[in-house]
C-alpha cells in the first residue's frame, strides 16, 4: 500500500473553554483523498475539535495544514480560501435566500480571488444533488431536513474543498436519507475530497471511513483502521450495540 | 386651502422623503449587516453638501486631509495586524490604499482647477474625499468590537457621530452654504409647477435604489452581504469576512450619505448639524420598516417627508415634534405585532 501525503495532522492540539478543557493533547492525522471518522459521545468535544480546527476557537498544540503549520491567527476565510471547508451541525444555510444563491454564495472566496470557473462547480454539485437542481429557485429555509443537509454539503463543494469536515451530516435525518447522505461522502472519495467526519452514528460513520477516532472526554480513547474498530469488543459495547444510538 | 398648495406640499414632501428614504436604506443595511445603528450616518450627508461647496468655491476641501488622517490611522491598525498575524507582505497593498491613494487624491485637489470643473467631476471628486471615510470609521471604531452587543455598538455610534460633528464644524466652520442648482428653472405642466432640482432628487433618488437593489440581487457581493446579515456564523465559514461585510456595507452607507448631502444642497441650507436630524428622519423611516424591510423603510420615509412638509404648512413651529411623535405610535404598533425571535432561539 502506497502512503498518500497527509493533507491534516494535529499534534498535541489543547482546547479550554475558560478553566475547563474540552480537548486534551489530540493527535489526528487525515491523508489525501482518505475519510477519517471521529467518534464518540455527545459532549466528548467532537464539535470543539472542528471549531479549533477551523479558527474559530484558540487553541494551543500544532495544526499542520498542506504540511504548512497554521498560526494561531489563522482566520476562517484564510482557510476556506486554502480548500478547509466546514459543515457544521447547525448547517447555518441563508434560509431567506434560493437554493441556487446559496450555492453561489458557497464560491464566494473562490470568486474574490479571480476563480470564475464556478457555474461548472455548480453544474457538478447539480449532478451530485439532482434534488437540489429541482429545488434550484426554492428559498433554503422552506427545504425539509435531508434537503438541508444536502444543501449545506453542495454549498461546501462549491468552494472546491479539499479537506471538508462534516459536522454530525446524519443528525435528525431519516434513516434513508442517512443512507443517501453517506453513500454521498463515500463518493466524495472518488472526486479526491478528503473528509473528516464527526458523527454520533458510529455504525455508518466506520462503514464509510477508512480510518476512525474515538473520542470520549476530551481525549481520544481508541484510533484504528475503521473496519477493526468496529469490530473491537470496548467499540461495540459502545457505539454499536443495540443500546447504542442509531 | 386649494389645489395648488397641495400640490406644492406634495412636492416638497416628495422630495425630502426621497432623501430620508435613501437615509433610511443605509440605516437598515448597515444595522442588518453590522448590527451598528449608524447615528452619524446624517454627518455624511454634511461632509458631502459642504465638501461639494469647498469645491465649487475653488478651495481644497478640509475633509481631504481628515481622510489622509483617518488612512494614516487605518494603515496603522493593519499593519499592526499583518506583522501580529505574520502577513507582513500585505503592507505595501496597505498602505497605497489607505495612504497612497487618499495622498494622490489630496494632490489633485491642490492643483486642480476646482471652481472651473463641470459638475459632474466635482461630484465625483466630493465622492472621492467621502466615501473613503465610511470603511476607515469602521476599521478604527467598529472593526475592533464588531462582536459586542448591539447597546456597545450604538454607543461606539454616539461617539463617532459627536466627533464627526465637531470636526465638521471644525473644518467648515458655523457658517451654512447653499450650492447652485444643477439645472436652473421650473418645468409646468398644466396647473402644477416643478422644480428641476426636485425632479433631479427625485429621479436621482430612483436609480439610486434601483441600483442598490441591483447590487443586492444580482452582484455576489451584494448577496454576500445579504448572506451575512441573514446568517453571520454561515457567511463565515463560506469565507465572507465580517471586517469585508462591514467596510462594504458602510462604504456603501458614506455614499448614499454624500450623495444625498449632494442631492439637497441646493434646495436646503446646510451646516455642519443639518445632517443630524436629516438622519434621524431617515431613521425614523428605518424604524417603521422595523430596521429590517427595505421598501417599508424608504415609503415610510416617504411618509416622514410629506408629514413635514405639511406639519410645517399647518404649524410650522411644532414641525419636529410632529415628525418625531409620529415614531411612538409606531413603536407601539411593532410592539404589538412583532413576536420576538430572541426568546425563542433559547
Given at each position: 500500500m502506497t502512503t498518500k501525503p497527509i493533507i491534516l495532522e494535529t499534534t498535541d492540539l489543547c482546547v479550554s473553554y475558560g478553566r475547563v478543557?474540552?480537548?486534551?493533547?489530540i493527535n489526528v492525522r487525515i491523508r489525501e483523498g482518505e475519510i477519517v471518522t471521529v467518534i464518540g459521545p455527545n459532549g466528548a468535544g467532537k464539535t470543539t475539535l472542528l471549531s479549533s480546527l477551523m479558527g474559530l476557537l484558540p487553541s494551543r498544540g500544532k495544526v499542520a495544514y498542506q504540511g504548512e503549520t497554521l498560526g494561531a491567527g489563522r482566520t476562517v476565510e484564510a482557510l476556506v480560501s486554502r480548500g478547509l471547508v466546514l459543515v457544521p451541525e447547525k448547517r447555518?444555510?441563508?434560509?431567506?435566500?434560493s437554493v441556487e444563491d446559496n450555492l453561489l454564495l458557497g464560491a464566494f472566496a473562490r470568486y474574490r480571488r479571480g476563480d470564475r470557473a464556478y457555474r461548472e462547480t455548480m453544474d457538478e454539485v447539480y449532478g451530485i444533488f439532482p434534488r437540489l437542481r429541482e429545488r434550484r429557485?426554492?428559498?433554503?429555509?422552506?427545504?425539509?431536513g435531508g434537503e438541508r443537509q444536502m444543501l449545506a454539503m453542495g454549498r461546501a463543494l462549491m468552494a472546491k474543498p479539499k479537506l471538508l469536515m462534516l459536522d454530525e451530516?446524519?443528525?435528525?435525518?431519516?434513516p434513508l436519507i442517512i443512507r443517501e447522505i453517506f453513500r454521498i461522502v463515500a463518493h466524495l472519495r472518488e472526486l479526491g475530497v478528503s473528509v473528516l467526519l464527526v458523527e454520533q452514528n458510529a455504525r455508518a460513520a466506520l462503514q464509510v471511513a477508512d480510518y476512525g477516532y474515538v473520542l470520549e472526554t476530551g481525549e481520544v480513547a481508541l484510533e484504528n483502521d475503521s473496519k477493526v474498530l468496529a469490530d473491537d469488543p470496548r467499540v461495540i459495547e459502545s457505539y454499536l450495540g443495540l443500546g447504542g444510538k442509531h | 386651502m386649494d389645489f395648488q398648495i397641495h400640490l406644492l406640499l406634495i412636492q416638497d414632501g416628495v422630495t425630502n422623503g426621497a432623501i430620508y428614504a435613501l437615509l433610511s436604506l443605509a440605516l437598515v443595511l448597515v444595522f442588518a449587516v453590522t448590527?451598528?445603528?449608524?447615528?452619524?450616518?446624517g454627518e455624511f450627508v454634511a461632509y458631502g453638501a459642504l465638501t461639494l461647496a469647498a469645491i465649487q468655491a475653488g478651495k481644497a476641501p478640509p475633509t481631504v486631509w481628515f481622510l489622509v488622517a483617518l488612512g494614516a490611522a487605518a494603515a496603522g491598525a493593519d499593519i499592526w495586524q499583518a506583522v501580529r498575524e505574520s502577513r507582513g507582505s500585505r503592507i505595501p497593498a496597505i498602505l497605497g490604499i489607505n495612504l497612497g491613494l487618499p495622498l494622490a487624491l489630496a494632490g489633485i485637489l491642490q492643483v486642480a482647477?476646482?471652481?472651473?470643473?463641470p459638475l459632474v467631476v466635482q461630484v465625483i471628486l466630493t465622492l472621492l474625499v467621502v466615501v473613503p471615510l465610511g470603511p476607515m470609521i469602521y476599521r478604527l471604531a467598529y472593526q475592533p468590537v464588531a462582536e459586542a452587543t448591539v447597546l456597545l455598538l450604538l454607543i461606539v455610534s454616539v461617539a463617532v457621530h459627536l466627533a464627526l460633528l465637531g470636526l465638521g464644524l471644525f473644518f467648515f466652520g458655523a457658517e451654512g452654504t447653499r450650492t447652485p442648482s444643477f439645472t436652473d428653472g421650473s418645468l409646468s405642466i398644466g396647473p402644477a409647477t416643478f422644480q428641476y432640482q426636485s425632479l433631479w432628487i427625485i429621479g436621482i433618488t430612483v436609480l439610486l435604489i434601483v441600483g442598490l437593489f441591483a447590487f443586492f440581487e444580482r452582484t455576489l457581493y451584494g448577496k454576500a452581504l445579504r448572506a451575512t446579515a441573514i446568517n453571520r456564523t454561515g457567511a463565515k465559514l463560506m469565507g465572507i469576512s465580517t471586517d469585508m461585510a462591514g467596510k462594504l456595507s458602510f462604504a456603501l452607507a458614506a455614499l448614499v450619505g454624500a450623495f444625498s448631502g449632494v442631492l439637497v444642497s441646493p434646495v436646503t441650507t446646510i451646516y455642519?448639524?443639518?445632517g443630524f436630524l436629516m438622519g434621524l428622519k431617515g431613521f425614523v423611516g428605518a424604524i417603521i420598516g422595523g430596521l429590517a424591510s427595505y421598501p417599508i423603510a424608504s415609503l415610510g420615509a416617504v411618509m416622514v417627508g410629506l408629514l413635514e412638509s405639511y406639519s410645517s404648512f399647518w404649524a410650522s413651529a411644532y414641525k419636529e415634534v410632529i415628525v418625531f411623535t409620529l415614531i411612538i405610535p409606531v413603536l407601539v404598533w411593532r410592539s404589538l405585532t412583532t413576536h420576538h425571535v430572541e426568546e425563542e432561539e433559547h
Open positions: 478543557e474540552a480537548l486534551h493533547k447555518e444555510l441563508f434560509g431567506e435566500m429557485t426554492q428559498l433554503a429555509g422552506t427545504l425539509s451530516p446524519s443528525l435528525g435525518l431519516a | 448590527r451598528v445603528i449608524f447615528i452619524p450616518q482647477p476646482l471652481a472651473t470643473l455642519y448639524d443639518t
